[in-house]
């Protein structure tokens, strides 16, 4: 347990408990929300999927919904019984993900 500047004690086995100190739990929310906005943005075309996101597991994540995206755009675009589901499909996640509210 080292004593911090401001005095409060550092205790990292009480992150992400009941007792963990409010400044890891900020830190929590602000991660969530950043990955939250790198969807967001996947989602609805904001992002290109030009370059790599430094965490490995968010690029995963960042791949899997390109990959979505362009099999649903590529199936949108054709004239076949699966055109209008796709369509629907892309219209409805740009949709949704249009109304995430985030600070």
Not at 44 to 54: A, F, K, L, R
Request: no cysteine; hydrophobic share 30%; proline share 5%.
């Amino acid at each position: 347990m080292a004593l911090q500047p401001g005095g409060y004690t550092d205790r990292p086995e009480d992150d992400n408990t009941t007792h963990g100190h409010p400044a890891f739990k900020r830190g929590k929310v602000r991660g969530i929300l950043e990955t939250l906005a790198i969807i967001k943005k996947v989602i609805t075309g904001e992002d290109d999927g030009s370059g790599t996101i430094n965490s490995p597991e968010i690029e995963k994540i960042r791949r899997s919904i390109f990959i979505m995206r362009e099999a649903l755009n590529h199936a949108s675009d054709k004239s076949t019984y699966l055109s209008k589901p796709a369509k629907e499909a892309l219209n409805e996640a740009h949709k949704l993900a249009n109304t995430l509210r985030y600070q």
